[in-house]
């Protein structure tokens, strides 16, 4: 997995930190559309559930090429290769229904978690990463979570909204704690 020595930390942090921020306000806005949504498997609902796979995809490569010269990225490029399927998954998924959806969700969110919690983990001397562990560790409770909804009387996809505000509000932390971390060398201490 991918692993991020402290006296790295000062030149991946600044990146990390805006990736952060981007991806709290695309899981904000997106959580805010997909709750518009009123939980139809419409036009609008499935191109959103096919997209934040694939955003998150793309922000696993950026971050991946951010990470490059901490060392290899092996966590970021399952996630790469985990959304992407997810991304096909959940397109095939919605053509069966609510309860399909949430099942390839919830499988994508146990999955995604654990690569989420180990990539944290091994960052964790880097600071700023403590709330993406707990995020990975909500992710595949979350995912279960899914997953059992799937069998209930009248599934939904609000479940699916609330979950992306979770992750965005820890990425912004994540985001403010690196910045800590990103001014480390210029005032003597870091994030933890």
């Known amino acids: 997995m991918t692993t991020v020595a402290s006296s790295a930390a000062p030149g991946i942090a600044p990146a990390l930190r805006r990736l952060y921020l981007v991806r709290?306000?695309?899981?904000?806005?997106?959580?805010v559309l997909l709750f518009a949504t009123k939980s139809d498997l419409g036009p609008v609902s499935v191109t959103l559930l096919v997209l934040y796979p694939l955003f998150d995809a793309a922000a696993a490569v950026v971050d991946a090429r951010s990470s490059r010269a901490t060392g290899p990225a092996r966590g970021l490029y399952v996630n790469i290769a985990i959304s992407l399927l997810a991304a096909i998954g959940v397109a095939v998924a919605c053509a069966s229904g609510v309860p399909a959806v949430l099942r390839v969700w919830g499988a994508w969110a146990i999955v995604s978690g654990l690569v989420q919690l180990v990539v944290g983990a091994t960052r964790r001397r880097m600071g700023g990463q403590w709330p993406m562990i707990l995020s990975g560790a909500i992710s595949v409770l979350a995912g279960?979570?899914?997953?059992?909804?799937?069998?209930?009387?009248?599934?939904?996809?609000?479940?699916?909204?609330?979950?992306a505000v979770p992750g965005g509000?820890?990425?912004?932390?994540?985001?403010?704690?690196?910045?800590?971390?990103?001014?480390?060398p210029r005032d003597g201490h870091q994030a933890a």
């Open 144 to 163: 279960g979570s899914f997953i059992t909804s799937a069998s209930a009387q009248n599934p939904s996809l609000a479940g699916i909204a609330g979950y």
């Open 24 to 31: 709290f306000g695309f899981a904000i806005v997106w959580a």
């Open 169 to 184: 509000i820890f990425f912004l932390i994540s985001a403010l704690r690196l910045g800590r971390t990103a001014k480390a």
